[in-house]
């Protein structure tokens, strides 16, 4: 699965920088993309020509905390890449200038490539059930539930639910989808019962990923374990 979704990756953007002067590329975090971004970053890819945007952080938290999302940015991806044009959040600063800055900076020309995975809730970045389909606001200020927050627990980002930040800065559904190519990287079991609600159930705010369904060039790759409620995936096992 890593393998595949890197080389897809990898070769959108040989597309984009053979076509384009710079290339606006959307990252995701987490677990589930530490493995498709190390292979990705050994791509020998002009990462120089990428413009970078992240996808969300947790409001109050330093980027010197582990858990920060600017902080695995850097030492997974720019660091590794040398990626020159970053724009990170910061869980630190005042989250409605942050919030207001990002959305501006984000709109200023069309997201070519975005990285996404899907949450054990099937939050998509940190736009938890029931996340707004309707907001045009590019990055928003949401609330974490603790589903979501106790997925932080059990991933060991943070020693207990009540380290995790409550709130968080995200890219919004709208801004997600408005991006031209879509690559979803979802591994583990433990994804499974929402992969199989997102993919094959009604599309709906209580499982926010099935959105991803309305995008026209979105690409989903799973391992057996995250694939395994899938209905037709047993069909054809």
């Known amino acids: 699965m890593v393998a595949a979704a890197a080389a897809d990756a990898a070769s959108s953007l040989r597309q ?26 050994r791509e020998p890819l002009e990462w120089a020509r990428v413009e970078l945007f992240h ?39 005042n989250p409605e200038r942050i919030a207001a800055e990002m959305s501006e900076a984000i709109s200023a020309a069309t997201v070519d490539l975005a990285f996404a995975g899907i949450g054990e809730n099937g939050h ?37 639910l009540s380290d995790v930040p409550s709130r968080a800065i995200s890219i919004s559904i709208s801004q997600l989808l408005s991006s031209e190519e879509i690559i979803c990287v979802v591994p583990d079991r433990r994804k499974a019962e929402a992969v199989a609600a997102c993919l094959e159930g009604p599309i709906t705010p ?29 069909s054809n096992r």
């Not at 330093?62 to 990170?88: C, M, N, V, W």
């Open 16 to 41: 984009l920088l053979g076509s384009k002067d710079r290339v606006r590329l959307l990252a995701a975090t987490g677990n589930s993309q530490i493995e498709f971004l190390e292979a990705l970053t």
């Open 55 to 93: 996808l969300d952080e947790y409001v109050g938290l330093p980027e010197t905390h582990p858990a920060s999302f600017a902080r695995y940015i850097k030492t997974r991806i720019i660091d590794q890449t040398g990626i020159r044009t970053y724009h990170l959040l910061r869980g630190d600063d």
């Open 124 to 160: 998509l970045a940190f736009n938890d059930p029931p996340a707004d389909f309707a907001t045009r606001q590019p990055y928003i200020l949401v609330d974490l539930d603790e589903r979501c927050r106790q997925q932080q627990v059990g991933e060991g980002w943070f020693p207990s």
């Open 206 to 234: 209580i499982w926010p990923a099935s959105i991803l369904r309305n995008h026209p060039n979105t690409t989903v790759y799973l391992d057996r374990e995250s694939a395994s409620l899938l209905q037709s995936h047993a």
